[in-house]
């Protein structure tokens, strides 16, 4: 269907070295974009083959973006790499760790949200900066919350991660609101449990969440691809400041 052609356009995707923020890029490379990826850690093998797999520029750059200079840095020169062009951006990088409520550090909470909400909103903020700089008139801003922003995790210690991912999907919608008149739509997509290389050296975890999730198995990156590419494209054209929850019924078990 035309509508989910991405073809022409061009995304960046933070976080996008592998796991679920690589997924997204692959996916919207298969649908026809141009893909530009920030993260801290170097791409794994499978970054590398996205150009030749589906005919699209890709571009890693070294950013950190719970670093404001970093984060600048970044967009300065994807903006110089890319002729100034961006019509999708995917704040995806995120941190979380099993921490107690009651032993979680102010510095430990501190780091998780320049990452999780910190870098989110300014990621967001400089692409749409860059997008309105540049007269796109397609803009989507996929900003990526989590289940945690809906409910407790049963198996993790996580309630500085789930307020981080609450703040995520809370601020989407006064977001979308003021970059209306900008051509710019925002939504978020929650993913629900993903293995992952975060969630990789806990099998006891990937093996109970089964047990949690209603159609019984946790979600690989690939699954959860697809609703990044509807919210990119022009199929969601009438969708802004929603959340898109893609979980295998977790929520709702």
């Not at 797999?53 to 970093?70: A, F, P, R």
């Not at 990937?206 to 990044?228: H, Q, T």
Request: proline share 3%; net charge neutral; glycine share 10%.
């Amino acid at each position: 269907m035309s509508q989910f052609s991405l073809k022409g356009r061009t995304a960046l995707v933070t976080g996008g070295a592998r796991g679920c923020g690589l997924a997204f890029a692959q996916g919207l490379a298969e649908a026809g974009a141009d893909v530009a990826i920030f993260d801290v850690v170097d791409p794994v093998a499978a970054f590398f083959e996205i150009e030749e797999l589906y005919g699209v520029k890709t571009k890693y750059y070294k950013v950190d973006v719970s670093s404001i200079e970093s984060l600048k840095a970044g967009f300065k020169a994807f903006e110089a790499d890319f002729g100034g062009k961006l019509d999708i951006c995917v704040p995806c990088a995120g941190i979380n760790k099993n921490l107690a409520f009651l032993d979680t550090s102010f510095e430990q909470h501190s780091q998780l949200l320049g990452v999780n909400v910190l870098g989110v909103y300014h990621t967001a903020q400089l692409a749409a900066q860059q997008m309105i700089k540049n007269g796109t008139k397609c803009g989507s801003i996929i900003l990526v919350a989590s289940i945690a922003s809906w409910m407790a995790i049963r198996s993790q210690k996580s309630s500085a991660y789930c307020g981080s991912k609450g703040a995520v999907r809370a601020m989407c919608p006064a977001i979308a609101a003021e970059l209306v008149p900008h051509d710019i739509r925002v939504n978020t997509i929650s993913p629900g449990y993903v293995r992952t290389e975060m969630t990789a050296p806990f099998p006891h975890l990937l093996e109970s969440w089964k047990d949690e999730i209603m159609n019984r198995r946790v979600a690989e990156p690939n699954d959860i691809k697809g609703a990044c590419v509807f919210l990119a494209s022009d199929a969601s054209s009438y969708m802004t400041g929603q959340d898109v929850l893609v979980d295998g019924g977790v929520t709702k078990w």
